[in-house]
């Protein structure tokens, strides 16, 4: 029996092997995975970097 996990969209458990959309469970989640990084709702947070002491 082929080990499943849960996709990281919607939760439903799938399987990797044969999953043409892994990690996720179909090309719905998929999409509206792509479409979050799209509009930005994914961010990591950064800090600025403090301005150069350079001014050449």
């Avoid at 029996?1 to 996709?7: D, G, H, K, S």
């Avoid at 799938?14 to 989640?29: D, H, K, M, Q, V």
Wanted: net charge negative; aromatic share 10%.
């Amino acid at each position: 029996m082929p080990r499943t996990f849960p996709c990281p969209r919607c939760g439903k458990k799938t399987t990797w092997e044969a999953n043409a959309y892994r990690p996720f469970c179909s090309e719905r989640c998929k999409m509206i995975d792509l479409g979050a990084w799209a509009t930005e709702d994914y961010k990591l947070p950064t800090e600025d970097a403090p301005p150069s002491d350079d001014e050449s």
